[in-house]
T-cell receptor
């Protein structure tokens, strides 16, 4: 299957700082990537759809100025959590599609803890 | 109604038995469905996809899709302790290709 690399795996930061998470498709070009957030014992919540070369499409209730998404190339999308607060602590996961396949391949996830 | 609904469990299954997981979906979900397995603290891993009515088998896994009744199920035969995980049902959203709707997941616990 296609490989999606996500870094870092975990990060601890102070309240008010910004954190950047990278998502890379290693062996395919991903025109579209998706960013999810998952709280303990809950399902994946789609935050935004990231399209290469254009602005991300955010889901209702997700602050685009707080969760900055950049998809500058066909293999890299980044999510920056700006001015992080403890309530932003969560498991963030990216995913990508390979070509015309509807299958989603997930990155390994990033556990963010904001102190 | 949520787009994709699953029983959260936990579903306790003796080792060697069959685990049966069910998922129902709304009209806002398309006809392509996926089952993902997620271990605690890890990201989801695709185990099955199904697009047509009927059964699809892959090793110890069998997915079943019934479009008329709008449900999709997953059977795990000869359950092993390593199958203990949360299983997520996902369907493609009808309003956006490639955008998935996920169920809340069913926790499966296989007991030795």
């Amino acid at each position: 299957g296609a490989v999606v690399s996500q870094h870092p795996s975990w990060v601890i930061c102070k309240s008010g700082t910004s954190v950047k998470i990278e998502c890379r498709s290693l062996d395919f070009q991903a025109t579209t990537m998706f960013w999810y957030r998952q709280f303990p014992k809950q399902s994946l919540m789609l935050m935004a759809t990231s399209n290469e070369g254009s602005k991300a499409t955010y889901e209702q209730g997700v602050e685009k100025d707080k969760f900055l998404i950049n998809h500058a190339s066909l293999t890299l999308s980044t999510l920056t959590v700006t001015s992080a607060h403890p309530e932003d602590s969560s498991f963030y996961i990216c995913s990508a599609r390979s070509g015309r396949s509807e299958k989603l391949f997930f990155g390994s996830g990033t556990q963010l803890s904001v102190l | 109604q949520k787009e994709v609904e699953q029983n959260s469990g936990p579903l306790s299954v003796p080792e060697g038995a069959i685990a049966s997981l069910n998922c129902t979906y709304s009209d806002r979900v398309s006809q392509s469905f996926f089952w993902y397995r997620q271990y605690s603290g890890k990201s989801p891993e695709l185990i099955m996809s199904i697009y047509s009515n009927g059964d699809k088998e892959d090793g110890r896994f069998t997915a079943q899709l019934n479009k008329a009744s709008q449900y999709v199920s997953l059977l795990i035969r000869d359950s092993q302790p390593s199958d203990s995980a949360t299983y997520l049902c996902a369907g493609g959203a009808t309003d956006s290709w490639g955008k998935f709707q996920f169920g809340a997941g069913t926790q499966v616990v296989v007991t030795p």
